[in-house]
């Protein structure tokens, strides 16, 4: 396990421990599955990211074939 020094904004800090309290949850644990709930959530991002750039070349690619289609379909009539 990596240690590590974390900077919170006073509010938050404030929040957090009274969310503790009432967890009976050690800081520790809470803040890390903060940390993994928060990657998760990002790497979804970054995934939907991938997949609009992925539909977006599918679609252009589609067109292109189309396309092409189209002018086989005006050179055979």
């Known amino acids: ?3 590590l020094s974390l900077k919170l904004q006073d509010g938050i800090f404030v929040e957090t ?3 503790l ?3 009976k ?3 520790n ?3 890390n599955e903060a940390v ?3 990657n998760s959530l990002q790497k979804r991002r970054f995934l939907a990211l ?3 750039a992925e539909a977006k070349l599918a679609s252009e690619s589609s067109q292109e074939v189309l ?3 189209e002018q086989i379909e005006d050179e055979i009539a």
Request: charged share 30%.
């Open 17 to 19: 421990e009274a969310i």
């Open 29 to 31: 644990a809470y803040i």
């Open 1 to 3: 396990m990596t240690s």
């Open 36 to 38: 993994e709930y928060y």
């Open 25 to 27: 949850k050690p800081r």
């Open 50 to 52: 991938e997949l609009q």
């Open 21 to 23: 309290a009432r967890l």
């Open 67 to 69: 396309h092409e289609m």
